[in-house]
């Protein structure tokens, strides 16, 4: 390895490295050192999917879950039970070898015991956390939505803390969405905030505006409902909240700081709903908002802080399929039939988490894989 030191300046490094090139020097592929050290063995595929997990982290917390996985907690969760199910292909193998052997080999009993301890319960863990995993690597995407001049505008500049979209008296001045990602909770989410619904628009530029508005409620993780807490629901109200109540919603109730009573009957919007009374424009429970936002997303979650492997989409399908494999080795077990299926299954299961490590992984899921990366790493 050589390691060159020069002047920082753009054109001094384009300079040495066309001169480079010319000697016959080539530039790195994606991927290529981690490539390397996965195909020599020193690391699992697991640990060289994080390295990018790492530089594409949005958050300090999906830092910390990549960090995690580089240093091998997936792996480590996975070869257990790949040890396990070699050590029962293994039992089995001997009682396929030896069926007029008087003394039981295998117990189909602790069988079946096993491989719902060691094999099925690990894998449904693992198959929870990969939720996890895509929300703290790929984000969420929250909505603002609601009629004009309820204070959308003013919330996302509030929560970002920056003066991002333009704040006026005048009913309808957000003609398009704008956008920015937010850390939230160490959710990367992606706020958006949305021109205001109402029935007739005044121009066609508004139009176009609603209609974006109600595309981008439609791909929303989470619609953030803001009402005007300074006066009654209005029908507009009510009819945009049944709109958008086929997503996930929380309601957000402005402007308390000028609000004199508790006009807002939320029972005319839904018997259920969840909501949060805020002041945009004084700053009032903006962080009560942020953790009602993380608790809404992660609600049915179980153990949601808990352990530190990330599952990405690959593995999740991965551990899908080895479920799905251990699953049939447990029916055919419970019908009473031959072993030799349950052999077929649990080998099934082993070359799925195989793919996972990087062990049985076809070349061109290789080549895909280590295409997201950049030049070199």
């Not at 001169?19 to 592929?29: H, M, P, S």
């Not at 809404?296 to 808990?306: H, L, S, V």
């Not at 649990?346 to 799925?352: A, S």
Request: proline share 3%.
């Amino acid at each position: 390895m050589v390691e060159i030191h020069c002047h920082g300046s753009y054109l001094v490094l384009q300079n040495v490295l066309e001169l480079l090139l010319d000697l016959g020097v080539r530039l790195a592929e994606p991927g290529e050192f981690t490539k390397r050290a996965f195909l020599n063995g020193r690391i699992d595929l697991t640990r060289a999917e994080a390295v990018i997990d790492v530089l594409a982290a949005k958050t300090r917390k999906g830092v910390d879950l990549a960090q995690e996985q580089l240093s091998g907690a997936l792996f480590d969760r996975i070869e257990p039970v790949r040890d396990s199910l070699l050590n029962m292909r293994a039992v089995i193998e001997v009682a396929i070898d030896f069926p007029d052997e008087d003394v039981d080999i295998i117990s189909e009993y602790d069988l079946l015991a096993r491989i719902g301890s060691e094999v099925e319960r690990p894998l449904l863990y693992l198959l929870q956390q990969a939720e996890q995993g895509r929300v703290y690597r790929d984000g969420i995407t929250v909505v603002i939505a609601g009629l004009p001049n309820v204070g959308k505008s003013s919330l996302l500049n509030t929560i970002l803390q920056e003066k991002r979209a333009l704040v006026t008296e005048i009913p309808g001045t957000t003609r398009d969405s704008i956008e920015e990602y937010v850390d939230i909770c160490g959710m990367p989410v992606r706020l958006i905030d949305t021109a205001g619904i109402r029935e007739e628009a005044g121009e066609v530029v508004e139009e176009l505006g609603i209609q974006r508005a109600r595309e981008l409620i439609n791909m929303a993780d989470l619609v953030l409902f803001m009402v005007d807490g300074s006066r009654p629901l209005e029908d507009g109200d009510i009819t945009l909240y049944q709109s958008v109540s086929h997503k996930p919603v929380l309601v957000v109730i402005n402007k308390i700081d000028i609000a004199e009573n508790d006009d807002v009957d939320l029972r005319k919007l839904s018997k259920d709903c969840r909501s949060v009374s805020v002041s945009a424009r004084e700053q009032y429970n903006i962080d009560i908002l942020k953790d009602q936002i993380f608790k809404t997303i992660t609600a049915g979650t179980d153990q949601w802080e808990e352990g530190g492997c990330a599952p990405n989409l690959r593995h999740k399908l991965a551990l899908g399929k080895a479920l799905d494999a251990c699953r049939r080795a447990i029916n055919t077990l419970s019908a009473g039939l031959t072993i030799d299926l349950i052999a077929v299954d649990l080998q099934d299961c082993l070359d799925h988490l195989g793919d996972i490590v990087g062990l049985t992984t076809t070349e061109d899921i290789l080549d895909v894989i280590f295409e997201q990366f950049c030049l070199g790493k």
